[in-house]
């Protein structure tokens, strides 16, 4: 069994993933002065056990970011991961400076298609993997080398974003793409094999921007696709593939167990009607279970 929490922090991402084995990762950070105590308590709580925490950064954009320096203080990043770049911004912020610090020290593994790394996706005798993998990008692609310069020029670095698969033996397999925007997918969709996933959280929040081409949509198929909290206006809802929108939803609670998601909400409301009702209530608010 493993735990997946996706909080609802605003415009911006932040996610964990309590893994079954002896492994915590965090992916992204999105922390304000309203939030911050009660996330980082959290995850202080649920890692307190755990012989190995790591924090994965999709892209240092600072909706991706914010409250990292914040975060290394209370729980101390041991294993930073991130691509390897040279990002640079006109105008940095104390987190993007905390992110090149991390970046650029022994703490930083550098992410790239198909790396393989104890425990990421490697077990011993010590302890189990955790079931990431990394679909992209490939370091030597030349759409992804442009993109590197361009957020190395101070441009926005959205398109060096990684693509990372979580899967659990016997359960869920998770996608997440960080900000990739549309046209830079178009270009890179013949370089990377699309795997079909249960759970898929749209690029860029949801953002039309970040729409993910339908011939890659196609060979994802998701069962459910996760609607980040951009601006209402501003977002693409996926017509015909179920849903469930952040934006009402607020944090949501993925209880993944074999050939199953019980999925939990954190308002009280919401509903959806394409779940089985299983009567689960291990969390608040439960919404319904996700058979695979």
Known sequence: MSIIKSFSVGNGDMFYINHGSDNFTVIDCYLSEENKMSITDEILIESRDKGITRFISTHPDEDHIRGL??????????????????????????????????????????????????????????????????????????????????????????????????????????????????????????EIKWPEVDILFAPHHGRGSGKIPSEILEMLNPKIIIIGEAPSGHLNYYNGYNKITQNSAWDITFECVTNKVHIYVSNPNYSVDFLADEGISNYNHYIGTLNL
């Open 69 to 190: 320096e914040y975060y290394d203080e209370k729980l101390s990043i041991a294993n930073f991961y991130c691509v390897e770049n040279e990002t640079t911004k006109e105008t940095g912020t104390t987190d993007f400076n905390k992110y090149c610090e991390l970046r650029d020290s022994s703490k930083a593994y550098y992410l790239y298609k198909g790396c393989s790394r104890k425990w990421m996706n490697e077990s011993d005798a010590e302890r189990g993997s955790s079931g990431i993998n990394i679909l992209w990008p490939d370091t030597d692609n030349d759409h992804y080398k442009e993109m590197l310069t361009k957020a190395k020029n101070g441009g926005s670095p959205n398109n060096i974003s990684i693509i990372m698969k979580y899967s659990l033996q016997d359960g869920v397999n998770v996608l997440w793409m960080g900000d990739l925007e549309t046209d830079f997918m178009e270009k890179i969709k013949d």
